[in-house]
């Protein structure tokens, strides 16, 4: 197994596309790091970086203690697997498998010996006399993935290799993928723009953004104590509510009071975050909320409080979410760039169309606003909160609604993203 270090990476392409900027990373010995953003923020190029199959206009890639900048692909012991793994038609799943083993010349009864281990482990050891064109889609990935590890690389590079496979498939394989590749202790870079496969299946996840690393740590830590706006966007679903206010500090009382448009947060001075608010007195912040910070309650809530009406309910099994229309500005997610596919979405081409269609949509949307209120009933609007309740809420759509908002899980942003108080890695 080897660490994996990025040293002030850039490349920019031909025709002058910046893909990666100074990138600093590490990824240690025997972790499964998964690079998430959205399309374009340069996750592939990185992992071809890596696998030796693009130049980095600057800076220095190691492997382990060994500079590997200009090392041959073949002399990196890195092994990739791709959104299609490619086999070849004509070899059975058992000689695709052995086929890298063979390159190497090792022994035939150990060849065969591997290939029936990793086929069982891999759950396609029915398979191994049968043609790849007679396999399933995810039968093929996980062939794709066996034919890369079996040489037992000492870096696995992953480049969204469940992207190709319906939902359902992809839940199973990426548990499998997860058993796989710590059973084997191999280190793996998982390259996916999908939050949910990061969340599940990371040690840490990097999150990307313009070729930049936005964020790294572990999922718990993005997504708990995420470092920027753009990552709390990124990650989680419902997406986070991102609210603006104004930071007032009430130096006698050491309090703060942070202004949203009328309605007010205030964090007393037994808050640790109030030290940082304090020297943003009188600018404007991004306050993140998730749909479970906040609790529609009957009567006036001791804590903190947010007026609005509700415009819809959704129903999602297990549980509901609900769209409070209020005063309070929001943030509109594109502008951060923190926009995603759908998790659980169709493969690529048809979800480029959906994006497509409802940023049309969208459009259409905002420039029918502003309209009397009572129009939208029933119907989401993008500077709506969004707010989990529980089965059995006896909400109704177009009453008013009393929202209790934890402030001790609000996040505090500066307007250039960056959390103000400082984040825990
Ligand atoms: N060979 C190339 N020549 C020129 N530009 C390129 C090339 N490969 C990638 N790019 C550009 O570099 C940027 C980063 O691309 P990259 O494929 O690394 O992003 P990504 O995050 O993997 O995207 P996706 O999730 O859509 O695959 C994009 O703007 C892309 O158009």
Same mark, same amino acid.
């Given at each position: 197994m080897a660490a994996v270090s990025l040293e002030s990476v850039s490349k920019v392409y031909p025709g002058g596309v910046r893909a990666v900027r100074d990138l600093r990373l590490h990824v240690r010995d025997g972790e499964l790091l998964v690079l998430l953003g959205p399309s374009g923020c340069g996750k592939s190029t990185i992992l071809r970086i890596i696998a030796g199959l693009e130049e980095p206009s600057s800076g220095e890639l190691w492997l382990d203690d060994q500079p590997a900048t200009d090392l041959p692909p073949r002399e990196r012991n890195v092994a990739m697997v791709f959104q299609n793994g490619a086999l070849y038609p004509h070899r059975s799943i058992h000689g695709n498998l052995a086929f890298p083993l063979e390159l190497a010349g090792e022994d035939p009864a150990e060849i065969r010996a591997k %290939? %029936? +281990?990793? $086929?069982?482990?891999?759950?396609?050891?029915?398979?191994?006399? &049968?043609? @790849? #064109?007679?396999? $399933? #889609? #995810?039968? &093929?990935? &996980? %062939? =794709? !993935?066996?034919?890369?590890?079996?040489? +037992? @690389? $000492? *870096?696995? /590079? !992953?480049? +969204? @290799? /469940?992207?190709?496979?319906?939902?359902? /498939?992809?839940?199973?394989?990426?548990?499998e993928i997860g058993a796989l590749v710590r059973g084997l202790g191999v280190t793996t870079v998982y390259v996916?723009?999908?939050? *949910?496969?990061?969340?599940?299946?990371a040690d840490r996840i990097a999150v990307l953004r313009d070729g930049r690393l936005e964020d790294l740590g572990t999922p718990t830590q993005v997504y708990e104590d995420p470092a920027t706006a753009f990552t709390a966007a990124f990650l989680g679903a419902p997406q986070i509510n991102l609210l603006t206010g104004t930071v007032y500090a009430q130096l006698g009382e050491g309090s703060v009071t942070v202004d949203l448009g009328g309605q007010e947060v205030r964090l007393p001075w037994t808050d640790p975050r109030v030290e940082h608010l304090a020297h943003h007195h009188g600018l404007p912040v991004i306050v993140g909320v998730r749909a479970d910070a906040l609790r529609p309650v009957d009567e006036p809530d001791e804590g903190a409080e947010? $007026?609005?009406?509700? &415009?819809?309910?959704?129903?999602?099994?297990?549980?509901? /979410? =609900?769209?409070v229309e209020t005063d309070v500005p929001v943030i509109d997610r594109d502008v951060l760039g923190a926009e995603r596919r759908e998790e659980d979405a169709a493969p690529r081409a048809e979800s480029a169309v959906l994006d497509r269609v409802r940023s049309m949509l969208r459009r259409g949307q905002r420039r029918a606003e502003p309209e009397p209120a009572t129009d939208h009933v029933g119907a989401h609007r993008r500077s709506d909160l969004v707010v989990r309740l529980r089965s059995g809420h006896g909400q109704k759509i177009g009453a008013p609604v009393r929202l209790a908002l934890d402030v001790s899980r609000a996040l505090f942003f500066g307007q250039d993203g960056h959390r103000i108080d400082p984040v825990q890695r």
């Open positions: %290939v %029936v +281990e990793l $086929s069982r482990a891999l759950q396609i050891d029915q398979a191994l006399d &049968r043609l @790849p #064109g007679s396999l $399933s #889609g #995810g039968q &093929r990935q &996980r %062939v =794709a !993935m066996g034919r890369a590890i079996i040489r +037992e @690389p $000492s *870096v696995f /590079l !992953m480049d +969204e @290799p /469940l992207s190709n496979l319906d939902a359902a /498939l992809r839940t199973d394989l990426r548990l996916t723009h999908d939050q *949910v496969e990061a969340l599940t299946l947010l $007026s609005g009406r509700l &415009r819809a309910l959704e129903y999602h099994g297990h549980e509901w /979410l =609900a769209h």
